[in-house]
């Protein structure tokens, strides 16, 4: 009689071919105890795949953790699974703390290409699992896949397969509030309609923390009382957070802040934030409102009460209208701990600074209350003003993370700006669709700053030298894209002054 559990055989033995030859997998992740300490699974949520590692590599390098490099060449952003050896269970529950990509980490305790070939790894490590077989305390299995619903009646014949075959646990089932909790997950390999009818893995262990994705949910934009068009994603702004490693009682600036979004996560960890714009009517709540029949905006709307809304009004600075080119109105000394910011693209809010289209002299008089003219600001020279400003003002081993928009047929590494005094971290790609993309570009200041013209940022290949950001997203057509192509690939292109 044919059940949920038959399989076809011919297509087993084809994938334990195709995934043997792939090699998915460190060799010694199948031993729950290592040189390293235990073996864990990182189970991600299949969301921003391109920024996993960095992410990954920032928190271990915040918390001081050792992450061996050789597992990170494992790390596949196709698959929401990855097998990482860690010192202590304490370094894992640090990770998960403050991660917003990992959805669960588990102890693994056992693995394989088929439920077959996972029972016997299980087997193997029973020795070592003994005392949780043994406990009395209560307990739940989870049975997840990804790429694939399963059906519940699919799961319980899962669950009591690996009860009777594999780990029979002494405790007694508890559904509602167990006192330990398990996983069985099965990956049915890449996104796609029509997944394979068997697992192309599957993993067992035991739950030790969850990451930090419910804060995404606390803190959504639209909560809040002060948002704009261009307010960042709160799932953003946690990634962002956690890419410059900020923490308690730094001093963080976006120097773009608008409506203060990427402030919230800050604060959030505890690190004081301040932050400068130049659109005076945004940041008195004067501008035109972003909500949906709203008319005028509150006076109330403001980044100081967005915090205060969250109960972080404490860390709030001070919020200020300026112009981010200007870097004389700031003292030259290395006084903040990160630089976070997403700057104008020109898509919805246009860049703008202070300057003149022509000379115009003012009397002592009109100078009083005399509201500055602003002309055009380029992406270009943002991102060669914004290094420069990071290389003055951030100290010795602070970051600098920010956005940078890209016409994805065109991009090369080179379009990125460099800075002599600044390490590149991190460059990952968020996609916006099939033409336009953006980059997430985390950068480490590695000396400390003095007055000397030749360290200042450059660009190799000025990405917007024949075409600005927002004709590349509306207008750009397919002769325009080959132009941009073969005039803006030369190494001594440059964006006039």
């Not at 334990?16 to 460190?26: D, F």
């Not at 008319?295 to 300026?322: C, F, Q």
Request: neutral net charge.
């Amino acid at each position: 009689m044919e059940t949920l559990l038959e399989n076809d055989t011919n297509l087993i033995k084809l994938k334990r071919t195709r995934l043997k030859m792939a090699a998915p997998m460190n060799s010694n992740a199948s031993s729950l105890q290592c040189k390293h300490g235990k073996t864990y699974l990182l189970y991600f949520a299949n969301h921003h795949t391109d920024f996993r590692v960095a992410e990954l590599v920032a928190l271990a390098d915040m918390f001081g953790i050792d992450l061996p490099v050789a597992d990170l060449k494992f790390l596949d952003k196709e698959c929401p699974f990855f097998v990482v050896h860690l010192s202590s269970e304490a370094d894992a529950k640090q990770l998960a703390s403050r991660s917003v990509l990992i959805k669960s980490i588990i102890e693994l305790w056992g693995h394989g290409i088929t439920h077959e070939d996972l029972f016997e790894d299980l087997r193997k490590s029973k020795d070592s699992v003994m005392s949780h077989l043994m406990d009395t305390a209560s307990f739940k299995i989870v049975v997840d896949g990804f790429n694939k619903s399963l059906p519940q009646k699919y799961k319980v014949q899962r669950i009591e397969r690996l009860t009777e075959d594999a780990l029979p646990f002494s405790g007694k089932i508890d559904l509602k509030n167990p006192d330990q909790l398990y996983y069985l997950l099965e990956d049915y390999g890449k996104q796609s309609k029509n997944a394979d009818s068997v697992p192309q893995h599957v993993y067992f262990g035991r739950w030790v923390a969850d990451g930090n994705r419910n804060e995404i949910q606390n803190q959504e934009v639209n909560k809040r009382s002060f948002i704009g068009n261009t307010s960042m994603e709160a799932s953003l702004s946690l990634l962002m957070a956690n890419l410059s490693k900020v923490q308690k009682n730094m001093l963080v600036i976006d120097p773009f802040v608008g409506t203060g979004s990427i402030l919230v996560p800050c604060a959030y960890h505890q690190a004081y934030v301040m932050g400068t714009d130049i659109n005076y009517l945004l940041l008195h709540a004067k501008a035109k409102p972003s909500r949906h029949k709203q008319k005028t905006r509150s006076p109330d709307e403001s980044i100081r009460n967005n915090l205060a809304g969250y109960g972080l009004e404490a860390y709030y600075g001070d919020i200020m209208v300026a112009d981010a080119s200007r870097h004389t109105m700031w003292r030259t000394t290395e006084i903040f701990d990160a630089i976070i910011t997403d700057p104008p693209y020109g898509i919805r809010e246009g860049a703008k600074k202070v300057g003149k289209e022509e000379a115009v002299t003012l009397t002592p008089d009109q100078r009083v209350d005399h509201i500055p003219q602003k002309v055009e600001y380029d992406l270009s020279n943002i991102f060669t003003d914004l290094l420069n400003f990071a290389y003055k003002f951030l100290r010795t081993g602070g970051r600098l993370t920010y956005w940078f928009p890209v016409h994805r047929a065109n991009y090369k590494e080179e379009n990125i700006p460099h800075h002599p005094s600044m390490r590149l971290v991190s460059n990952c790609e968020q996609t916006m669709n099939l033409r336009i993309s953006r980059r997430l570009i985390t950068m480490e200041k590695i000396q400390p700053y003095r007055e000397d013209e030749s360290l200042a940022s450059q660009t190799h290949v000025d990405h917007y030298l024949n075409s600005s950001f927002r004709n590349m997203y509306f207008n750009m057509s397919e002769n325009q894209q080959k132009s941009v192509t073969t005039e803006g690939n030369s190494p001594d292109s440059r964006k006039p002054p």
